[in-house]
């Protein structure tokens, strides 16, 4: 039986993406691929916010979304915690139906 595959989504304050970036990049086996994209952070813990994003209301933040094998995910996320020691890295997992390209 194949490995289910499973999305991993990571949000992270964006201060840390050239980091997180090279880790993900870096990974032996490398990933099949992931996609990353800015956003903004709202909530109830602004500790790592800078001043103006305090006043907004808002942290720059940036997503990662990849889609693997769940056994790998272990790997990634230790790989992830090693390199980028914050509490404000969010992430979660999902099932993943049926992935594939359209031809």
Known sequence: MDT???KLTLVC???IEPTLLDTLDGLDPPLPGYTSQDGLGR???MDLASTAEKVKGAMK???VLM???ENAIPLVLEAVRQA????QISYWIEPVLDFGRLQ
Request: include cysteine.
């Open 67 to 69: 889609v693997l094998p």
């Open 4 to 6: 289910p595959l499973r």
């Open 43 to 45: 909530g109830s813990s």
């Open 84 to 87: 980028c020691p914050r509490r």
């Open 13 to 15: 304050p964006k201060s």
């Open 61 to 63: 933040i940036f997503t």
